[in-house]
């Protein structure tokens, strides 16, 4: 399954939009190997602490994220990526309104 279209120009900022007091979230590709997902969190939203049994790649897209991964902080930023190791604990809070684009990968 893909919403995307082959061989077309498309801004993964204008994909989804921003909900107050909500995370969106809009599965672009959806295959047995993996997924990507864009996500977009209001401000002060998140992920509570959850494990998955697959590697995830997060990119950040707009905005700005607080990530723990284990016992470890990091704050994202647009333009950087964080990858997150299965089986792993980790949680997403928004420090601001933000996107991401999430690929999981699947083995």
């Known amino acids: 399954m893909s919403i995307l279209e082959s061989a077309q120009i498309q801004s993964t900022k204008d994909i989804i939009d921003y909900q107050d007091g909500a995370v969106v979230s809009q599965t672009l590709i959806d295959k047995k190997n993996g997924s990507i997902t864009l996500f977009a969190f209001d401000q002060n939203q998140g992920l509570s ?5 697959y590697e995830a790649l997060v990119q950040i897209i707009d905005g700005n994220a607080h990530i723990t991964i284990a ?3 990091f704050d ?3 333009g950087e990526m964080i990858l997150m190791p299965a089986n792993v604990p980790h949680a997403v ?10 690929t999981m990968i699947k083995s």
């Not at 809070?93 to 999430?102: D, V, Y």
Request: no cysteine; net charge positive; proline share 10%.
């Open 93 to 102: 809070k928004a420090t601001s309104r933000f996107k991401m684009m999430l």
């Open 71 to 73: 016992d470890n902080a």
């Open 49 to 53: 602490e959850h494990t998955a049994p």
């Open 76 to 78: 994202l930023k647009p």
